[in-house]
Structure formats: C-alpha cells, structure tokens
C-alpha cells in the first residue's frame, strides 16, 4: 500500500481553467513537498510545507498543508500549457525516517 | 546555480553486463539519494549517503552497489543486468532534512 495517495490519476483541462490536486496519507508527515516532473527529466521541487495548516503561494501555484499534517493539497489556477507535468507530492514520515513519494497526479493542460 | 549532474544521460546494455552511472551533488550538499523510477511508476529509493557514508538502503538488488568518494561524487554499480532494470536512474542531493532534494536529470538504462 501507498503511504501517499495521490489523486485525480490523471487530470486533462484547458487553458485557463482551475484545478486542485491532492496529496493524503492516513500517516502524520512532518513535512511534505511538491515536485514537478517532465519527461526524461528529474522531478524539480516546487515547495516544502512543514507547519499544519500552512499556505505557500508560488505565482499562481497554491499549496495547502492540512492541520493534521496528514493531507496537501496543490491549486493551480488559470492553468497554462506550460503547467503540463506529472505532480508528486513527496515527504518524510513522522520519524523522519522514510522518504517517500506519492504515485503522481499526470496533469495536461490543453490549449 | 549548479545542479546536480549525472553521467551518462543514456546508457544501452546487455543482459548480465555491468554499468556504472556517476552522480555528481550540489556543492555543500550533505546527502546523496539514488532512485529507480519505472516506466509510469513513482520513483522508488534505492539508497543514500550522508557525508561519503550510506546512510539508508531502500530497495536495492543484492546485485547493485554504490558509494560515495572524497570529493562527494557518488557511484552506482550495477552488474548481472536483467532486462527489468531498465528504468530512470534519478540521483538526488539534499541539504537537510526539510529542503527538500534537487534531483539530477537522470540516466535512462536500456537493457536489451
């Protein structure tokens, strides 16, 4: 079993819309972050979010971090082909322990 | 900024040939991750070093090895290739604990 589930999968929007993807565990995480990852390429960090309840704004990326440090949530708004990637959210457990990373949300923003 | 380089970007094998894939850190980075990352999967840990020593083993086959030298370039050594290791090799290097990692732009194995 997933210690991070990600969902939607898969999500297909066009330009210009909104859309949030989210990040749960059923575990505390002492912090999580987000990663973008192209094709071929490394995931790229977007943000870490350590304190619950947290908001981070990156342009027009908004992170959220549950209260309970169990759940993160990534709003996108105005979405633009460029956004177009796989989103893993990312994280060690509450022991500092384990790094792990969610399966991903495939995000395709169309023109 | 420097980021984290790893050599080669490509690599082509055959079954039960070795490879050896370099990872070089950002400077001042601490600690060095390596991941395997199938086809639509999720990267999975391999293992990492925390000043030139292993610090954690994921799940890495019996038939990899890594290290980390002096100048904090890390290896890994993969021999007796098997068609499924072909994948993404991602390396990763931190600074600490809550900033996250910057990942290399990886080598992707073919087995063949």
């Known amino acids: 079993t997933q210690l991070l589930e990600q969902s939607p999968q898969f999500l297909s929007i066009q330009e210009g819309e909104n859309l949030t993807v989210y990040c749960n565990s059923s575990s505390v995480f002492s912090s999580l972050q987000w990663y973008r990852q192209e094709p071929g390429e490394g995931p790229v960090l977007l943000v870490t979010?350590?304190?619950?309840?947290e908001v981070k704004k990156l342009k027009r990326l908004t992170f959220q971090f549950g209260d309970a440090r169990k759940d993160s949530s990534l709003h996108i708004t105005a979405a633009q082909p460029g956004d177009t990637g796989l989103y893993l959210c990312a994280g060690f457990d509450n022991y500092g322990q384990n790094f792990v990373f969610g399966p991903g949300t495939r995000l395709s923003v169309l023109p | 900024a420097a980021g984290v380089i790893q050599s080669p970007r490509h690599l082509i094998k055959e079954k039960r040939e070795t490879a050896t894939l370099k990872c070089y850190p950002i400077p001042r980075h601490d600690t060095v991750y390596w991941y395997q990352q199938g086809p639509g999967q999720d990267p999975q840990f391999l293992i990492s070093?925390?000043?030139?020593?292993?610090?954690d083993k994921g799940s890495i086959p019996d038939r990899f090895s890594a290290q980390q030298f002096s100048d904090y370039h890390s290896e890994l050594n993969m021999s007796s290739l098997e068609l499924g290791d072909s994948a993404l090799y991602f390396c990763?290097?931190?600074?600490?604990?809550?900033?996250?990692?910057?990942f290399g732009s990886g080598t992707r194995l073919t087995v063949v």
């Open positions: 979010v350590v304190t619950g309840g």
């Open positions: 070093f925390y000043e030139k020593m292993q610090s």
């Open positions: 990763a290097s931190s600074r600490g604990f809550n900033y996250g990692y910057t």
